[in-house]
């Protein structure tokens, strides 16, 4: 499986980018996917995840309510929308994908996701 992302850039605070992540391989429909982001200095963290079936989404605290994340199954592309962006949410966004469907308990967890696009950078001025 590999994982292209695009869709970043330069956006000013209060502004939205709407990220793609498009896959390869086998199986897209049967694998849960996730967004990731790594700041400057600081830890890859998590963002965001979708069910296999698409039926389920969660997000981080820090982006609930500002940040959508659906996916197309028939396209094998994953989206991350992302609005009222804050220059907090600058960073470098990865998507990921499990090898099938990833246990809720750790869909948080970067360990938990097999495969990684190459990122993407998000920079938001204020």
């Known amino acids: 499986v590999q994982l292209q992302a695009s869709g970043g850039g330069l956006v000013q605070a209060g502004g939205s980018l709407r990220l793609s992540c498009a896959a390869s391989g086998h199986n897209f429909r049967s694998r849960s996917m996730g967004w990731f982001r790594q700041a400057p200095g600081k830890e890859r963290e998590f963002v965001s995840h979708i069910r296999a079936s698409g039926g389920h989404t969660y997000y981080a605290d820090s982006v609930k309510g500002r940040f959508t994340i659906s996916r197309d199954n028939a396209k094998n592309t994953v989206y991350l929308q992302m609005n009222s962006l804050k220059p907090e949410d600058t960073a470098v966004y990865y998507c990921?994908?499990?090898?099938?469907?990833?246990?809720?308990?750790?869909?948080?967890?970067?360990?938990?996701?097999?495969?990684w696009g190459q990122g993407t950078q998000v920079t938001v001025s204020s």
């Open positions: 990921a994908a499990g090898n099938g469907q990833i246990i809720l308990s750790e869909i948080r967890r970067a360990e938990a996701y097999t495969y």
